[in-house]
């Protein structure tokens, strides 16, 4: 059974600080990584996308994989209150793709002003 | 404008009256699949497709079929509604595999009395 496991939080951070979302995965062989922001009662917004080890900065937005540790982390620098969501981390399978992503419960985020 | 169109958007039912959910996106994706949400469990895939008239089952399929017969529209099909089938469901679509980005519809709140 492949799992994506996030800390459900509330994860509290205040207005211009930095928010550290974290995403542990079990499946070793997967190759893509997705975190998407989801306000309450809406749809999962995609905001990055990683395939490779290391860092991508995408605006405020940091995505880190680290494979080998199986971790993948969301950094989101001058945090706004327009922030505050839910952030689900999504990871492929191994098997190609077919059944699509697995997702995590979601962090939810609060920024106080 | 891109983008995943489901109909309706909410729909307040009876036990046992068959209903259908309507998707259908226009980026000429090959796959498409069907989540629900629920409260303290996250994102659900309930079934998916990776092309016209190919579709296969996800983790929840109890209870739903579907469709697909265009590569545009993919169906969610309740024949019998049960009240444990009450939740927020999406409609996703990605340009080649599941593994590949999803894109999200805006999402059908269905409540089964």
Not at chain 1, 11 to 40: K, M
Not at chain 2, 33 to 53: A, C, F, K, T
Request: charged share 20%; with cysteine; glycine share 10%.
């Amino acid at each position: 059974q492949k799992e994506v496991e996030q800390n459900s939080g509330p994860l509290s951070v205040p207005e211009g600080a930095i928010a550290s979302l974290n995403c542990t995965y079990s499946d070793r062989g997967s190759q893509s990584f997705f975190w998407y922001r989801q306000y309450s009662g809406k749809s999962p917004e995609l905001i990055m996308s990683i395939y490779s080890n290391g860092d991508k900065e995408d605006g405020r937005f940091t995505a880190q994989l680290n494979k080998a540790s199986q971790y993948v982390s969301l950094l989101i620098r001058d945090s706004q209150p327009s922030d505050s969501a839910t952030y689900l981390c999504a990871v492929n399978s191994s098997g190609g793709g077919a059944d699509g992503l697995t997702f995590g419960k979601g962090t939810h985020l609060i920024i106080q002003p | 404008e891109a983008q995943v169109t489901q109909n309706p958007r909410y729909l307040i039912t009876v036990t046992g009256k068959k209903l259908t959910v309507t998707c259908s996106q226009n980026m000429n994706h090959e796959y498409m699949s069907w989540y629900r949400q629920d409260p303290g469990l996250g994102l659900r895939q309930i079934y998916y497709s990776m092309n016209v008239e190919v579709t296969d089952k996800g983790d929840v399929p109890e209870g739903y079929k579907v469709s697909r017969k265009e590569k545009r529209n993919f169906p969610l099909i309740l024949e019998s509604p049960s009240p444990n089938q009450t939740s927020l469901y999406f409609c996703a679509s990605s340009p080649l595999t599941g593994g590949y980005e999803q894109f999200f519809g805006p999402g059908t709140r269905l409540t089964v009395l």
